[in-house]
């Protein structure tokens, strides 16, 4: 690896961070102060365009832009956390097991992984949505579940590798247990794997989170949503544009800041597969 | 007239110099080993010759192949001369064969690409005929099989029926059996001497039992320089340069100095 | 080989046997009488009872279920609970919807990523590679509805060229058919290129990386000639794989275009079926989107053995 080549990957780690950055830091900021109450309904102000008072102008119902965008990234980070939370929680210890434990048990996991990987993340959510009722946490568990394969197949194939490597046999011989393993020297391993995967499927979450609020399926009203909030804008798009473009601006940046994380961590992490993905 | 010349080589990776200063001419015929240890730009040179330098290398000097510059071709022109006038035998035959095409098609591909067969169907014919040449066994079965089901020895052959398609003037090998077995490196050294009478030979190696067997003349290269060139049977008899002298009491597996280690070649 | 057909084509249908069964459980636990839904809080206790009986849901789960299936293989969906239609006619018809939807979609992914990615790849280290790098990752940040919305605006609002929505078959009319089909196609096909680039880019450049590849070169193909005979079906493995995957997550994520653009497509009627409870209808569509995941995963596999002799093994 040249030094060149070091110099230019270095941004895709800076400014997926700062993208990401910004999300949270409007999020956090929410809970302390935001322009206007983003669920107030004025028709005084309805869809008032861009003034000093509402940066972004105005919706339908005379809610504040920039309030709503706030408070959604509240909605953006917990559906990203509650979706990798569920998909990393069941999914690590199945790859590892599948990988550490008996060889038809391993076998059984990843047909059942690759059931599972039937069943898009959004057919899940709506099936979810029909048996359990429409609600944000309720597309986030199966958005969750539906990324438990890949969490699994990465894990599966890390503790493998970590498995073949000199140290580990060397700890097998010396009579480590199978569990004490785990923990020392497969778990450490394969973080930076699962980090990585973390980063991804939290941007596959928010773009998730977005198609079902815009189908009725995630955020109910009057919480607000960067998705819904674009539902909401269909019907005046041809007046009012900027309805849906400040909303779709925000997903993007989320979406883009993680996805530029999680491949400027993986460069980060093993330099060796720089410039993939 | 020599087939291959180069004259004041140089080779840059930015301010980094890899190669420097180098010069060397092969005659019609010819048979010479470049040696030296890995890093020392025996490879770098070699890809200079063939005009495949990756990207962020620069060359300057002067090669010229049968008269014709090198160094500054356009690629187009570059490519007309690679597979047809000089080709190249790599270290690693396991990885330097297309994992996705039967052999005998990337043999007569080289042919029907510089149309030195008239047809699909001769130079197929013609790369069977030079797969017998490298002596694989069942020459007909072997085109039509795929790298995966050759063995490490059996590629090189392929990749020695590739090189040797076109009759090229100048052949080079680069560590071409540095990673087969003993007995078989023993038989690819056989093929090349035996393909190789008229052509100019420029054969990488760090094996100096090697280039005793193959070449006349060797060219000994130490960070980037040739610090030492002759007669194979001069240098190896009396080496006038230092590193020479390292290099050959290293090869000999029985010396050791005078603490009872293997001597190894010092670095400065 | 003919082994390796024989053992994937068993676990394939075993995938089926067990996706069928889990649809049909997962629906069966679902709070709530299909019958009671259908005919609302104040239907007769005979009546109920009645419709449960035609419904068949008073019988038990191993019959309801072998009823269900039995009829499925036959292309019998069974009747709505709610419509009282038969569902697998309808079914077949927003299938095909949503088909040409997502063929057209995949085209133009196709058509968008190989050549751009391989250029990116190509040129990863100039200006002009970073910048096809850098707009594909901006494409993949972008939701493919608000791609269709976008594309309305411009295209149906703007400049009043394409039609903003609705559907007409292709027998009635091909040229409105194909008018109506180019902006949705465009919406999720754009997006899906984009997340597609980036597959083919990475691909690339590790077949770049290989030692045949240099050998190409050596034997005097010029640099784009190499790849396209040497690199480009290596590095196809990878590429389908993401293919497979994108095609099965579109016939269900076609349903947000499907919404912008008001298609009657697979996915508008899964929607539809849920908002109206209509649970026979939801279990039919739900087990044909997987069947079809299934299949598309197998065919896959398959193709892998046809891209690459090194795994005709087996």
């Known amino acids: 690896m040249t030094t060149a080549a070091m110099k230019r990957r270095t941004p895709t780690l800076t400014v997926g961070a700062i993208l990401v950055g910004l999300v949270v830091l409007l999020a956090v900021m929410s809970f302390l102060w935001t322009p206007h109450d983003p669920t107030r309904v004025d028709a005084a ?29 509240r909605t953006t980070l917990y559906v990203g956390v509650v979706a990798v939370g569920v998909a990393a929680v069941i999914g690590t210890p199945l790859g590892i097991l599948a990988a550490m434990g008996p060889r038809w048990l391993g076998e059984f996991v ?17 099936m979810f949505g029909a048996v359990f009722g429409a609600s944000t946490l309720t597309a986030m568990i199966a958005i969750g579940i539906a990324t438990v394969p890949s969490f699994a197949r990465i894990a599966r194939s890390g503790t493998l590798q970590v498995m073949s490597t000199e140290y580990v ?15 020392r020297h497969v778990l450490p391993n394969v973080a930076g794997l699962l980090i990585v995967q973390s980063s991804v499927s939290f941007a596959i979450a928010v773009l998730a989170e977005a198609a079902l609020s815009f189908l009725g399926f995630g955020t109910r009203p009057p919480t607000p949503s960067w998705g819904r909030m674009l539902q909401e804008s269909q019907e005046l798009l041809a007046v009012q544009p900027r309805l849906a473009i400040v909303p779709g601006i925000a997903i993007a940046i989320a979406v883009l800041g993680f996805n530029l994380l999680g491949d400027g961590l993986r460069d980060r992490l093993d330099p060796r597969l720089a410039g993939r993905r | 007239m020599s087939v291959l010349t180069v004259h004041g080589l140089n080779v840059s990776a930015g301010d980094a110099e890899l190669v420097r200063d180098v010069s060397f001419t092969i005659g019609k015929g010819e048979r010479v080993g470049l040696i030296g240890e890995s890093g020392s730009g025996k490879s770098v040179t070699a890809s200079a010759v063939m005009g495949l330098l990756s990207e962020e290398l620069t060359a300057s000097g002067s090669i010229t192949l049968n008269g014709k510059q090198i160094v500054g071709m356009p690629e187009r022109q570059l490519s007309r001369l690679r597979g047809r006038d000089m080709s190249m035998v790599f270290q690693e035959p396991m990885t330097a064969l297309n994992p996705a095409m039967q052999v005998g098609k990337q043999v007569a591909e080289v042919m029907s690409l510089h149309r030195t067969q008239p047809d699909r169907r001769s130079a197929r014919a013609a790369a069977v005929d030079l797969l017998g040449r490298v002596r694989l066994p069942d020459p007909q079965r072997a085109a039509k099989s795929y790298p995966h089901q050759l063995s490490g020895g059996q590629r090189q052959r392929v990749m020695l029926a590739i090189a040797l398609a076109n009759n090229p003037s100048l052949l080079i090998c680069d560590e071409p059996t540095t990673a087969l077995d003993v007995t078989v490196q023993a038989q690819i050294l056989d093929l090349i001497l035996a393909n190789t009478n008229d052509s100019a030979l420029l054969f990488i190696t760090h094996d100096l039992a090697v280039v005793a067997t193959v070449c006349e003349r060797v060219l000994v290269m130490y960070n980037g320089r040739i610090v030492e060139s002759g007669l194979v049977r001069d240098v190896f008899t009396a080496p006038e340069h230092r590193y020479t002298r390292q290099l050959l009491a290293s090869s000999d597996l029985e010396a050791t100095d005078e603490n009872g280690r293997l001597r190894t070649v010092s670095h400065d | 080989m003919i082994l390796g057909i024989a053992r994937r084509t068993a676990i394939f249908l075993v995938s089926v046997l067990a996706a069928s069964i889990a649809v049909f459980l997962f629906m069966a636990v679902l709070p709530g009488d299909p019958a009671q839904v259908a005919l609302g809080i104040n239907a007769t206790p005979e009546l109920i009872a009645r419709t449960r009986a035609e419904f068949g849901t008073d019988r038990p789960l191993t019959t309801q279920y072998f009823d269900w299936i039995g009829g499925v293989l036959t ?3 069974g009747r709505s609970y709610v419509t009282r239609d038969l569902i697998g006619p309808q079914l077949a018809d927003r299938l095909g919807v949503t088909l040409w939807l997502v063929g057209a979609a995949m085209v133009i992914a196709v058509v968008i990523a ?18 096809i790098s850098g707009a594909s990752q901006l494409g993949v940040a972008v939701p493919a509805f608000l791609a269709g919305i976008l594309l309305v605006q411009v295209f149906a609002v703007q400049w009043r060229l394409l039609p903003s929505g609705g559907w007409t078959p292709p027998n009635q009319d091909f040229g409105e058919f194909l008018r109506g089909l180019v902006l949705p196609a465009l919406a999720l096909g754009l997006v899906q290129g984009a997340v597609l680039t980036r597959y083919v880019r990475s691909a690339v450049l590790d077949t770049l990386r290989e030692d045949y590849l240099r050998t190409a070169r050596a034997k005097g193909l010029m640099p784009g000639q190499a790849l396209v005979r040497h690199g480009l079906r ?25 919404r912008v653009f008001v298609l009657p497509g697979l996915g508008s009627m899964l929607l539809d079926a849920v908002a109206a409870r209509d649970l026979l209808t939801v279990q039919g569509i739900v087990l044909v989107l997987v069947i079809a995941a299934l299949l598309v995963n197998f065919l896959v596999d398959l193709l892998y053995t046809v891209i690459d002799p090194r795994l005709r093994r087996s």
């Open chain 1, 45 to 73: 102000v309805r869809l008032l365009g861009p003034t000093g008072d509402y940066l972004f102008g105005t919706d339908k119902f005379g809610r504040d832009l920039v309030s709503q965008i706030m408070v959604g990234a």
């Open chain 1, 110 to 126: 990843m047909r059942v992984n690759d059931l599972v990987l039937a069943f898009p993340a959004l057919l899940l959510a709506i």
């Open chain 1, 169 to 183: 046999l060397a700890a097998r011989a010396a009579g480590r247990s199978r569990f004490a393993i785990a923990h």
């Open chain 3, 75 to 77: 292309g019998d969906f």
């Open chain 3, 114 to 131: 190989v050549p751009l990615g391989s250029f990116a790849a190509v040129r990863h280290r100039k200006v002009s590679g970073t910048v």
């Open chain 3, 234 to 258: 290596n590095a196809a493995v990878p590429v389908v794989t993401v293919l497979g995957l994108q095609l099965t997550t579109l016939l269900i994520g076609a349903v947000v275009v499907e």
